[in-house]
């Protein structure tokens, strides 16, 4: 089910995904009948409708796209439910995974330290940071949990996206997918300082190359990390939709972008930041509501929450 009020983005529907009443701050599951507020991407429950002439559009809110876990995810393919009983699809929490790994490490070096230091332990981790190894977990949990935010803020109601996804048979994960109208994109969010930039070599008498530079470091290395992704997804959707484009996303994160431009392509990889990812997302394309969510579903499936 689902009703529009006239003269407002408000639309009174069964939620996707669980959330918190913007105004009185309840708990509504995936499945409850509530209203939907464009304007904030929040929520409220049926009870505070009458009452949300007087709420305030910058109150805190959680987003509609929380995360539910679901058992049996449909297999890559499988139509959706037209009705409220079809599964609910866990898009993860971003950058979980690698806080996890993060609170690992930290834990066992403070084990270390007191075992090697039983009177002074305390002291000497009062007074020292953890290895850099170990802090860029958290770093990049961080960057992952602001390309989140960001998509969350600024992508349309069209973009589905999922958080945190094992790579089946391995350790590694994907920071994040979203599908949308033109296609389906991998998200590799980085947070590094400097400015990124693309720079061209040769052309006329020797071979023309393309480098990767953040802060003057080169980094094209990150590209490929990225273009293995690519062809993990791309594998997965052929049976299903091999014409559906699949395309890479390097996302900076506190990077040092200029006022105007700033982004580019390199080996079929954009290299951007959160809010343009979010514009480039918000694109029409060829790609309608229900295929949209059979891919979603199907990646869902495909790789699970890490």
């Known amino acids: 089910m689902s009703t529009q009020a006239s003269g407002t983005g408000d639309k009174t529907m069964r939620l996707r995904y669980a959330g918190d009443c913007r105004l009185c701050g309840c708990r509504l599951d995936a499945g409850t009948v509530a209203v939907y507020e464009r304007s904030t991407k929040s929520v409220r429950c ?25 058992a049996d995810a449909p297999p890559v393919g499988a139509s959706p439910a037209a009705d409220a009983t079809a599964a609910v699809v866990e898009i993860g929490r971003a950058g979980a995974s690698a806080a996890r790994e993060f609170e690992r490490r930290a834990a066992q070096r403070e084990q270390r330290v007191r075992a090697a230091h039983p009177r002074l332990g305390g002291l000497i981790l009062a007074l020292s940071d953890d290895p850099q190894s170990t802090r860029a977990w958290s770093s990049g949990a961080a960057g992952e949990r602001v390309v989140a935010r960001s998509l969350d803020t600024w992508a349309n109601e069209r973009v589905r996206v999922l958080h945190d996804r094992r790579i089946p048979r391995t350790r590694a994960n994907i920071d994040h997918i979203a599908v949308a109208p033109t296609g389906v994109y991998v998200i590799d969010a980085k947070r590094y300082k400097g400015r990124p ?110």
């Not at 049926?46 to 679901?70: F, G, K, M, Q, Y």
Request: aromatic fraction near 4%.
């Open 46 to 70: 049926i009870e505070c409708r009458d009452h949300s002439v007087d709420a305030s559009p910058n109150a805190d809110a959680t987003p509609v796209l929380d995360p539910v876990p679901t």
């Open 197 to 306: 930039d693309l720079r061209v070599q040769g052309g006329i008498l020797r071979p023309r190359t393309a480098t990767l530079t953040v802060g003057g470091r080169d980094c094209t290395k990150l590209l490929t990390g990225v273009q293995k992704q690519v062809d993990l997804v791309r594998t997965a959707l052929a049976e299903v939709q091999p014409d559906v484009r699949v395309r890479g996303q390097l996302c900076f994160v506190d990077a040092d972008w200029p006022l105007i431009g700033g982004a580019f392509a390199l080996d079929d990889v954009d290299v951007l930041w959160p809010k343009k990812l979010a514009q480039l997302l918000n694109r029409d394309g060829p790609l309608t509501d229900e295929q949209i969510d059979r891919l979603h579903r199907g990646l869902a499936a495909a790789f699970p929450v890490a």
